[in-house]
């Protein structure tokens, strides 16, 4: 079994890992991307948020992500029967990026993994790990796809595989997530919409007329295409994989804007389906080792949060990784652990409302306090770590207080 030695072993090429593998790059690490697919490759997860563009630059790739002509994103546009409601990501409360892209992820995962090994990151795909040893000179097992096996020594390994999560299975680090089990089922269909039919700029998250925990995305992409999907409680989408495409056209169909902006559009592809999307674990990092992105928690897609928290990770993970190679001591659960936490938390406040209706009962309350607009739509936009936002800083009894309020007035 043949050894090698890098700083830093990064399993997963997605977004995560690529901007960890940048980032670490800028600081002068040697670093090993593991990676089982072949990119190009399909990934859901297509409309992104502002705030994930300040580390795309710090990264490096911000300039390729321009270029690649991506359809262009700055708000989203809800809808419930009768009512809508735009939020414009310009208009927060939070400094920053108020504008990001709406990405084919084959694409988009593609530029950002390419522009790391232009940095200098090595990249290996087809190779999968099998096993990881931790402790304070972890080593990780890994086989190719011809059947070759070999190990790598590392100082550190991140687990940056998303939904393979790669860590929290050998390592049995799995928890309850505390939300109910969901599924999506979602395909792309050419829309075919003429100029001004609706605001490409802008994700349509649409409820279904009659079950408010029930809902559609429509995301605009490049060259008149559009992501199209359903959530809903597992048991509600559970059907075989023969009526999958029937069954999204007739829900699609049941929603009044989608039925007239693309109800007979054909798909371009398959109707796929995922579900128990939502997991956790009990911590985020270990003996030579940390989980970012998707390998450690994920909610819900309602909000577009998956990337915007995989790149938040790998960002402050980098930080954390840097001090301690050199030299530091680290507490992982105090400098990486909590502060990441705290966003996601408040990403979770939102979606647990939005699923209980009483976050859209915000959404759609004809008389909104302009100051708090920008503020709920700052944690649209991403910025679900300002605690300069009381939304951020206290999520659940600001939502809980200013729903109590609307109700009463």
């Known amino acids: 079994m043949k050894q090698t030695a890098v700083d830093v072993v990064i399993i997963g090429a997605g977004p995560a890992g690529a901007v960890a593998a940048a980032l670490l790059r800028k600081a002068g690490r040697s670093v090993l991307v593991l990676e089982r ?25 911000l300039q390729a992500v321009v270029e690649a002509g991506f359809q262009y994103k700055n708000g989203a546009h ?18 920053g990026w108020g504008t990001t892209y709406q990405v084919e992820r084959a694409v988009f995962d593609e530029i950002l993994i390419g522009c790391a090994a232009k940095q200098g990151a090595q990249v290996r795909f087809g190779h999968s790990v099998q096993a990881v040893h931790t402790g304070t ?13 070999y190990q790598i020594e590392a100082r550190f390994v991140f687990d940056a595989s998303g939904f393979g999560r790669v860590l929290p299975r050998l390592l049995n680090l799995e928890t309850p997530t505390g939300m109910p089990t969901r599924a999506a089922l979602f395909s ?38 559009s992501s199209v999907g ?40 398959p109707v796929r389906q995922i579900g128990g999307y939502s997991a956790n674990v009990a911590h985020l990092h270990g003996p030579g080792y940390a989980l970012l992105g998707n390998a450690g928690e994920f909610l819900d897609p309602v909000f577009s949060s998956g990337v915007t928290i995989a790149l938040r990770s790998a960002h402050l993970a980098v930080q954390t990784l ?24 408040t990403f979770r406040a939102f979606v647990e409302r939005w699923y209980t209706g009483e976050l859209q ?31 951020v800083a206290s999520p659940a009894r600001r939502l809980n207080a200013l729903h109590e309020v609307c109700m009463q007035g």
């Open 37 to 61: 697919q072949h990119f190009p490759r399909f990934s859901i997860g297509e409309s992104l948020l502002p705030q994930s563009m300040a580390y795309l630059e710090e990264a490096g790739m």
């Open 78 to 95: 809800f809808v419930y029967r009768e009512q809508t409601s735009s939020f414009d990501f310009r208009d927060k409360h939070s400094d």
């Open 137 to 149: 000179a972890p080593r990780v097992d890994v086989i190719d796809e011809g059947g070759n096996a």
């Open 188 to 225: 792309h269909v050419y829309d075919g919409l003429p100029a001004g039919a609706m605001d490409r700029n802008k994700i349509c998250v649409a409820t279904h007329p009659e079950r408010r925990d029930v809902w559609f995305w429509m995301i605009p992409l490049a060259g008149g295409r």
């Open 230 to 269: 359903c959530v809903a409680e597992s048991s509600f989408l559970d059907v075989p994989e023969a009526e999958r495409e029937a069954t999204l056209r007739a829900l699609i169909q049941k929603e009044p804007t989608l039925n007239r902006l693309i109800g007979d559009a054909p798909f371009l592809m």
């Open 322 to 345: 840097n001090r301690q190679l050199d030299g530091e001591q680290i507490d992982w659960s105090a400098e990486y652990d909590v502060p990441l936490r705290k966003g996601i938390d």
């Open 361 to 391: 009962d915000l959404i759609f309350y004809p008389n909104q306090t302009p100051s708090i607009r920008r503020m709920i739509c700052a944690v649209l936009a991403g910025y679900a770590w300002d605690e300069t936002n009381p939304y």
